[in-house]
């Protein structure tokens, strides 16, 4: 089996929602995101205000240039170097530029350029941070207790995502863009404190079960670009995490794009306006953070591999259906089922991989998940855009539904993803 019910380690009784040392994680990384939050409707306000709505898309678009480049880069140097220390390192210079920016706005008008290099630098910063951040809850935690992390780590993403823009509005309107990269900058020093008290405990060697290929690492590193290769290859190779990243991305790309960029054509089509575009929005995030609130009080789900299939089946037909219903309230039902699908396939799937990731690999495994989310799916916007154009809303959200379906067909074509299980804690012995 690619992973297995095993009897853990008695210290790993504490629920991962009950331990003291993730909680400090997550608090830490809730601060973290919502000034990520708060950092991007600065940057946002101030380029509008600087130079007009173009300027906007280019600013914006400028961040996300380094950080999909550098993001393997990241994985590298999170495996050579403790995850802890990246994630500090970075933490700390985000905290640096974000209140050395808020200081210069206060002292004289934001100008463009300054902004651009301000995204720039950001941008790489978070191309270090984002896969040590990503590779530390295997680590902070025992495998029984891995999906709770995940479950926990994907509400704090979404409370963020809701608490953050109010915060940097509330901000920019009382105080304006110094005022708000202060705040950003605020929130991530209130991070750092509780990254320094996490502690790394050791759980133990996992059993040969729970891990379906032997530890590949070599004994001491090469160059940058050969760890990177030997990374790539490593996931390629795994008969576990290679069909799970490919699944994971072919996801990514089929829905992202018609949930985001389609579901404003929808409702413009439909006549829906802004209001309706707000409900089926909130009604997929509704359902994804009940997904993540089910899986973190629970901690395991049967049959992992299959689940992590059907929800995905779940997610394709629902994205398609979103198009093809007539009435504002059906679209709105369907995306709160999308969302909870979606969510249940996402922990799933990052669960799955990060418990059969070797430790030594984490960082770079991260880095090409996270890659196919930063730097693979937003390219699919301009495409379902200019095919929403030319063949109009229906076809387009059944076509891409379609799309992500593949992903099912590799999942279920995996005898590894088929049979994967998350590991828990057993009294008995396994046969």
């Known amino acids: 089996m690619a992973t297995a019910e095993t009897s853990l380690p008695e210290r790993a009784t504490t629920p991962a929602y009950r331990d003291g040392n993730v909680l400090r994680w997550l608090t830490a990384y809730t601060a973290s995101l919502v000034g990520d939050s708060v950092y991007f409707v600065a940057l946002g306000w101030s380029a509008q205000k600087a130079a007009g709505p173009a300027e906007v898309g280019l600013v914006m678009a400028t961040g996300a240039l380094p950080r999909a480049l550098l993001m393997l880069g990241g994985g590298v140097v999170a495996d050579r170097l403790d995850p802890r220390r990246v994630i500090l390192g970075s933490d700390a210079l985000r905290c640096l530029l974000i209140l050395a920016v808020a200081v210069g706005i206060a002292l004289?008008?934001?100008?463009?350029?300054?902004?651009?290099?301000?995204?720039?630098?950001?941008?790489?910063?978070?191309?270090?941070?984002?896969?040590?951040?990503?590779?530390?809850?295997?680590?902070?935690?025992?495998?029984?207790?891995?999906?709770?992390?995940?479950?926990?780590?994907?509400?704090?993403?979404?409370?963020?995502?809701?608490?953050?823009?109010?915060?940097?509005?509330?901000?920019?309107?009382?105080?304006?863009?110094?005022?708000?990269?202060?705040?950003?900058?605020?929130?991530?020093?209130?991070?750092?404190?509780?990254l320094l008290t996490i502690r790394i405990p050791s759980f133990g060697v996992r059993d040969a079960e729970q891990q379906p290929e032997p530890s590949t690492a070599q004994s001491e590193p090469g160059t940058a670009r050969k760890d990177l290769?030997?990374?790539?290859?490593?996931?390629?190779?795994?008969?576990?995490?290679?069909?799970?990243?490919?699944?994971?991305?072919?996801?990514?790309?089929?829905l992202v794009g018609t949930l985001n960029v389609g579901m404003v054509l929808l409702n413009a089509e439909r006549g829906w306006g802004p209001s309706g575009y707000g409900w089926i929005v909130s009604s997929f995030g509704a359902g994804a953070a009940a997904s993540a609130a089910l899986l973190a009080i629970v901690g395991w789900l049967p049959r992992a591999g299959l689940m992590l299939a059907g929800t995905l089946l779940v997610c394709c037909v629902g994205a398609?259906?979103?198009?093809?219903?007539?009435?504002?309230?059906?679209?709105?039902?369907?995306?709160?089922?999308?969302?909870?699908?979606?969510?249940?396939?996402?922990?799933?799937?990052?669960?799955?991989?990060?418990?059969?990731?070797?430790?030594?690999?984490?960082?770079?495994?991260?880095?090409?998940?996270?890659?196919?989310?930063?730097?693979?799916?937003?390219?699919?916007?301009?495409?379902?855009?200019?095919?929403?154009?030319?063949?109009?809303?229906?076809?387009?959200?059944?076509?891409?539904?379609?799309?992500?379906?593949?992903?099912?067909?590799?999942?279920?074509?995996?005898?590894?993803?088929?049979?994967?299980?998350?590991?828990?804690?057993?009294?008995?012995?396994?046969?």
Do not use: K
């Not at 709160?336 to 991989?353: C, E």
């Not at 990060?354 to 991260?366: C, E, I, K």
């Not at 992903?407 to 828990?424: C, F, K, Q, T, Y």
């Open 320 to 431: 398609a259906a979103i198009a093809l219903v007539p009435t504002l309230w059906s679209a709105a039902v369907l995306a709160a089922v999308v969302g909870l699908n979606a969510g249940i396939f996402g922990s799933l799937d990052n669960t799955l991989v990060q418990t059969a990731a070797d430790p030594a690999y984490l960082g770079r495994v991260t880095s090409v998940v996270m890659l196919t989310m930063v730097g693979l799916a937003p390219l699919s916007y301009p495409l379902v855009g200019a095919a929403i154009g030319a063949w109009g809303v229906a076809p387009v959200f059944v076509g891409c539904g379609c799309f992500a379906s593949l992903g099912v067909v590799i999942a279920l074509a995996s005898d590894a993803v088929r049979r994967a299980e998350l590991p828990r804690r057993r009294t008995g012995v396994t046969a």
């Open 108 to 194: 004289t008008a934001p100008a463009l350029w300054i902004l651009v290099a301000v995204a720039l630098v950001f941008g790489a910063i978070d191309a270090m941070f984002v896969p040590a951040v990503g590779a530390l809850p295997p680590r902070i935690t025992s495998p029984d207790q891995l999906a709770r992390v995940i479950g926990l780590r994907s509400l704090s993403m979404r409370l963020s995502q809701i608490a953050g823009p109010p915060i940097g509005g509330l901000a920019m309107g009382l105080g304006g863009p110094a005022a708000t990269f202060t705040i950003a900058g605020l929130l991530f020093a209130l991070s750092l404190p509780l």
């Open 229 to 254: 290769l030997d990374g790539l290859r490593y996931i390629r190779r795994h008969r576990l995490i290679g069909p799970l990243v490919a699944v994971g991305a072919i996801c990514e790309l089929g």
